[in-house]
């Protein structure tokens, strides 16, 4: 990892609540001049009076309201909070965590989230909703440095790999999990989609009048719907990203075969990837040439039987960690 001096910030506490400020305070005087006097006979005087409570409210929150800043240093990192600069070592940095959203099963955001071990075993969670998805993954990635350090003394030296290290990948046997997945929730929207235009067209044939007829050929409708959004749909298109999945992968000391491609560590620019234990994402895995060439390989998502992507992804992100120290290669995790 280079020697770096780079801030983030964090949080965006400041604009949210001045925002929030003006209209409450707006507002605010807004219902207590209308209880204490005629507002319509008095409207330009009040409108002034709400407005200015609420700039002024507004304007003590621009002042007084701190925001988060991290400032990462070379033998750590540093919590900016207005005047107040609390240091830690990258030894105290205790995750991250990325949730999406969804209401009635349609997508309503993400939030993202860095952990803190305070000297006191308490957990500092610093909420990081201000940050792109692509500045989390790249802070995540400075402050984990204890992760690289640790990994360079146990085995990041060239003889670790100068045997050779391969990753035998039971690609068809992934693809037709995959694939079996996609055919199964397939048959079984179609099976809803097909009773429910069967009862439809029954009910419009026949006129039939039955509670229970109805609340059969609704569930069945909502049903083909809601699997179709999020069972069928994720699925397939995941199956469409790993059409490209190698068979192997090895690594030596200088070089990355993957499939029937060879990249030398001086030709490789970056290289991304979705860490093992991630479930809301599936397995990118992304190479950057120095050509600006990028090339995306996907190992599916994460499942409990390990039947649906590779078994040993785990072992393969590790390796791939360490060779990039090895060959100063840019390494950064993909957190959604």
């Known amino acids: 990892m280079k020697n770096i001096d780079k801030k983030f910030r964090v949080s965006k506490n400041k604009l949210m609540t001045s925002v929030l400020a003006l209209f409450g305070g707006f507002i605010a005087t807004g219902i207590i001049e209308n209880s ?11 409108m002034i009076i709400a407005v200015s409570v609420g700039l002024i409210c507004a304007a003590l929150c621009i002042i007084f309201v701190k925001e988060y800043y991290m400032q990462i240093r070379e033998d750590g990192f540093e919590l ?13 940095f205790a995750g991250s965590n990325v949730t999406r959203h969804y209401m009635n099963g349609i997508y ?46 146990i085995e ?79 699925a ?18 200088y070089s990355l075969t993957i499939g029937d491609r060879t990249f030398t560590s001086g030709n490789i620019l970056n290289i991304l990837l979705v860490p093992a234990d991630y479930t809301i994402l599936t397995r990118d895995f992304i190479v950057i040439t120095k050509d600006n060439e990028k090339i995306k390989y996907n190992f599916g998502k994460n499942d409990l039987k390990g039947k649906l992507t590779y078994p040993a992804y785990d072992k ?21």
């Open 36 to 46: 204490i006097t005629d507002f319509d006979e008095n409207l330009v005087p009040c």
């Open 80 to 92: 900016v909070k207005g005047k107040k600069v609390t240091k830690y070592d990258f030894s105290a």
């Open 108 to 153: 309503t955001g993400t939030s993202r989230e860095i952990k803190i071990a305070e000297p006191n075993g308490k957990s500092l969670k610093i909420n990081a909703n201000n940050l792109s998805k692509g500045a989390f993954a790249e802070l995540v990635t400075y402050l984990g440095q204890t992760r690289f350090t640790e990994a360079h003394d």
């Open 156 to 234: 990041a030296t060239a003889e670790y790999f100068k045997g050779g290290i391969d990753f035998q990948i039971p690609n068809e046997s992934i693809l037709k999990a995959n694939r079996k997945k996609v055919l199964g929730w397939t048959a079984f929207v179609v099976c809803l989609v097909v009773l429910f235009t069967g009862m439809f067209v029954y009910y419009l044939v026949t006129h039939y009048d039955s509670a229970t007829f109805f609340v059969i050929m609704l569930f069945a409708g909502l049903g083909a719907l809601v699997e179709l959004f999020l069972e069928l749909i994720p």
């Open 236 to 253: 397939a298109v995941t199956y469409h990203k790993m059409k490209n999945l190698p068979d192997r992968i090895r690594i030596d000391e």
């Open 316 to 336: 393969l992100c590790s390796a791939i960690e360490v060779w990039c120290i090895v060959n100063k290669i840019n390494f950064m995790q993909i957190l959604g």
